[in-house]
């Protein structure tokens, strides 16, 4: 074993009660930190997926139509002049083919998938709900809202009149699987189509609303032959959806909405979560680091005269200092260690503790490789900050002042 670990580990042993102490304190620390990273990244990732579950990364659609301006008729000077928004109707994108395929070659896109998107009504019997119609290619939206996993009953397979209908507006039309409804859409057009499938995305606007259909029935029902008015975007990275978007933008000239944009109070709350994560692991540091420290300098004290005998039969300063640096980087590991699996431990329980009716976790955590990683490293290099000016005082001592007052 080399001399300074040999050293070391010696000191740590002939303090026990100081090094189960600052292990503890470590330890908790770490705990603490695994715990909150893990329940903040968790209840983060739960509310994207909610978030995202229900609509894509990124939405291409036709710019607003300027408004008009309307001149008053005067013959002063000065002219008065109003300005009216032009009201808003559904536009087929031009030459869409090529920008869906303009769009694939984007770096971070990994889907793509045009649609029709335009209001209407479902009427069956004496019930009639304003619905959201949704005209799709099977595969491709699938490819961005994975439909499929979150039915209820039925499938979801879209051919000729078939529709897949939310599960709230299911109930409200008081239909099933099988039953008929009357689609009717905002350009006058109406047809009788078959509720194939029944889902539930999670969000209560999407499942009360939405009725989605294939492509080809809505560019009918919408008077759109060949057209489409979004496409609709999957990213790799959620949050690059605003750079892509951008990017989007610049070589299309479509207007470009990223979820980022279209959420941004929800954005806001998952920085503030983030700042206060750090801020948590900042303090946390703070604390194990002074805790190591202080119980360092004790020990510097306390081993003054073997440290000035070591000095004096000719042990380098580096040594000495390597001595102290290696029991601040061991407690740092041990600490990291047992800190980790207690926090993994906590974190599980209190998973399994709080649940909702359906029996899933109310307050669901994420322990990955890269938390425990990245906890590791905290409290190691902490431990070695904090052993610094401990060793350096260490490496310093003048050897004939620390054996005669030590």
Known sequence: M???WFVALRYLRDGKGQTALILAAVSVGVSVIVFLSALINGLQTSLIDKTLGSQPHVTLRMPRQAPRPLVEPTEAVAIARRVQESSQRLQSIDQWPEVVSTVERVPGVIAVSPSITGAGFAVRSDAKSAV?????????????????????????????????????????????????IRLASTEGVDDVVTVVGIFSLGNEGVDK????????????????????????????????????????????????????KIN???????????????????????????????VLIVSVVQKSREIGILRAVGTPARRVLLVFLIQGGVLGVLGSITGSALGALLAKGFESLVRDANGAPKFPVQLDASLFAFAAALATGVGLLAAVIPARNASRLDPATAIRNG
Not at 132 to 151: M, N, S, T
Not at 265 to 292: E, H, P
């Open 264 to 294: 941004a109070d929800l954005l806001a709350g998952l920085s503030a979560q983030s700042s206060s994560k750090n801020m948590i692991q900042f303090f946390v540091a703070l604390a194990v680091a002074l805790g190591i420290a202080s």
């Open 209 to 260: 609303t939405w009725v989605i259909t294939s492509l080809r029935h809505a560019q009918a029902l919408y008077a759109l032959p060949g057209g489409v008015t979004t496409i609709e975007l999957k990213v790799a990275d959620v949050f690059e959806a605003e750079h892509v978007a951008v990017d989007v933008r610049g070589r299309t000239g479509l207007q470009s909405d990223s979820w980022m």
């Open 2 to 4: 080399p001399f300074e």
């Open 132 to 180: 959201v119609i949704r005209g799709v290619e099977q595969d491709r939206f699938l490819a961005i809202i994975d439909v499929r996993k979150k039915l209820v009953s039925g499938r979801f397979e879209l051919g000729g009149g078939d529709v897949a209908i939310g599960a709230t507006l299911a109930k409200d039309l008081g239909v099933g699987v099988g039953d008929k």
